[in-house]
């Protein structure tokens, strides 16, 4: 890629994650903001009617709905399903104006801050995060990678370039003044690093990158019912991206028993009692700390 001529700006992919939707929102009304000179930049609110009922989806989580054997099944047709199939022939690369870079904008109850959520390793995306994260220090970066691009679920395998940012904590359907405006940040510095990308300029970084890489999922204590009988323990909560260790408590039943964590290696819990995780049955994410050099 040596040029970039289309950047996706979407918001609301989950209808009750606030920020992004109301910050495509502003963009709308204000759009010199994301205006650049070598690109155009366009916005989309992805989930418009679960955002009007400020609700995360209406019939299927819409993040989950761009498996390359769903979109191009012809019998799925739930409002979730018929919106990713419209929002692939929007902004895929067979489609009506494809984009060569998407960010999709994404909130969490989750003590998570700043997090870039990477599902590639193409080295744009990765000198861009670290560029990020040296124009902020408090942005962490999550490599959550797949085998490939066809068994990526999320709106950003559309699209080789681009990521998710992901912001918290907050709770869903509100909006929290902080969180707004670091995303708007993080996003004009988007903004700006393609623009001097495209003008042939690299701005440097640091050599190696510090990133947390997706290793697995933890589900909460549940009896065989699937009824869960314990939650987050008190020195775990709000631990997102700190060292966890073999024997370190990681959950608290109902009877006030601690469940420590037994694992081998130190680990790097992210997502840690986020709300909408417990339908899927995840307590938390691990990961492992690297430094990788780009």
């Not at 009506?96 to 909130?107: G, M, R, V, Y």
């Not at 073999?246 to 709300?275: H, K, Q």
């Amino acid at each position: 890629m040596n040029q970039i001529n289309r950047v996706a700006i979407v918001g609301g992919t989950h209808g009750n994650e606030f920020t992004g939707a109301y910050l495509i929102e502003k963009f709308a009304q204000f759009p010199d903001l994301i205006t650049r000179a070598s690109f155009e930049t366009v916005t989309l609110l992805a989930n418009p009617r679960a955002f009007a009922a400020g609700r995360r989806y209406l019939d299927k989580d819409l993040n989950r709905c761009f498996l390359r054997e769903e979109l191009q099944n012809p019998t799925l047709n739930s409002y979730e399903e018929l919106q990713a199939k419209s929002i692939q022939n929007k902004l895929a690369s067979n489609g009506d104006k494809p984009a060569d870079f998407i960010l999709d904008l994404h909130s969490t109850t989750a003590n998570m801050g700043l997090t870039i959520i990477l599902v590639n390793n193409h080295p744009l995306n990765l000198k861009l995060a670290a560029y990020l994260s040296q124009m902020n220090p408090l942005v962490k970066i999550y490599y959550c990678s797949f085998p490939s691009i066809a068994e990526n679920p999320f709106l950003n395998s559309l699209c080789e370039l681009g990521f998710a940012i992901e912001v918290g904590p907050i709770a869903q359907g509100i909006l929290k003044a902080t969180l707004f405006q670091q995303t708007e940040q993080l996003i004009h510095g988007v903004l700006d690093y393609l623009e001097r990308f495209n003008q042939g300029e690299i701005l440097s970084t640091d050599e190696m990158l510090v990133i947390y890489h997706h290793l697995s999922v933890v589900d909460y204590p549940k009896k065989q019912d699937g009824t869960i009988f314990g939650m987050i323990h008190p020195e775990l909560q709000d631990k997102d991206y700190q060292a966890l260790n073999r024997g370190d408590p990681m959950f608290l039943t109902f009877d006030n028993e601690t469940i420590v964590y037994a694992g081998e290696s130190t680990v790097w819990p992210v997502f840690i009692n986020e709300a909408a995780y417990y339908e899927k049955g995840i307590a938390m994410g691990l990961t492992q700390k690297q430094q990788l050099k780009i």
